[in-house]
């Protein structure tokens, strides 16, 4: 068996991506092993390792901050992402790249994986600039959108996740504002990662591919449901997003549907909630007989 290369390995998705390939001769590698915006040094290593597939969990996903250092989203969702596809085009692996629900936004979700993107923010704008960079280097090539990730390793860049985020100001006894007009589907990163093994499984024809929990909320049903399933009563008020003043406009509504996943005979992913209590068990948040 050929290697599975999997970039990125330490971080929220790819520590969960790194448990679910490990039957599949991985070679996890982080930051420091590689940097994904030096050509040469991708170039190298795609070459000396040889892999199959090449997994990339690497990302700049601080939405806020890319509205004023785009120049840095761009490197690294963007051109890292061209430089990792040519790589493996000219070394006969096929790329695994993830992307994002701010590829949309101009139009009401859900989305399945025909719709045309339209993004409203300079993150979700590096994401769509990654996927035609990708998609052009190679037809083989995979491109997974997901939504509202949140998963037990958490994300360093974002330093933790929604769902702690949330339990941490509860438990500091803060009032919580939570926006009510930004839809999603928030998807746990375990079930992202066994979607993704499962496809590779069947060596699937390349294109965009959407990976998420099944339904959608609004971002303040999301935390009411984290408080309710962990016995928490805090503060939690509803707000707008032009009261909130989050530096980067979001999609009003971005949730998405796979029409592609059902085509290949795969189970669609269990619904939000369902994944939610499973990751608060994985915690130790849930409490126990809780709906």
Known sequence: MRVTLLLGANGQLGTDLAAALAGRGLM??????????????????????????VVNATAFNRVDDAETDPGRAFAVNAVAAHHLARACARHGARLVHFSTDYVFGAAPGPFSEDAAPAPVNAYG???????HLVRAAGPRHLVIRTSGLYGVAGSSGKGGNFAETMLRLAREGRSIRVVADQTLSPTYSADVADAVRRLLALDPPGGVYHVANGGACSWFEFARAIFTLCG????????????????????????????????????????????????????????????
């Not at 915006?37 to 000396?48: K, M």
């Not at 704008?125 to 996927?131: I, Q, T």
């Not at 990751?279 to 849930?286: F, N, P, Q, T």
């Open 28 to 53: 996890p590698l982080t930051r420091r092993d590689l940097d994904v915006t030096d050509a040469a040094a991708v170039d190298r290593v795609v070459a000396a390792t040889a892999p199959g597939v």
């Open 125 to 131: 704008v590096s994401k769509l600039a990654g996927e």
């Open 232 to 291: 928490l009563t805090p503060d939690l008020v509803p707000t707008t997003s032009e009261a909130f003043g989050a530096a980067a406009r979001r999609p009003a509504n971005s949730a998405l549907t796979s029409t592609r996943l059902p085509a290949l005979d795969l189970p669609p992913l269990r619904p939000w909630r369902d994944a939610l209590a499973a990751y608060l068990a994985a915690k130790g948040h849930r409490v126990p007989g809780l709906p």
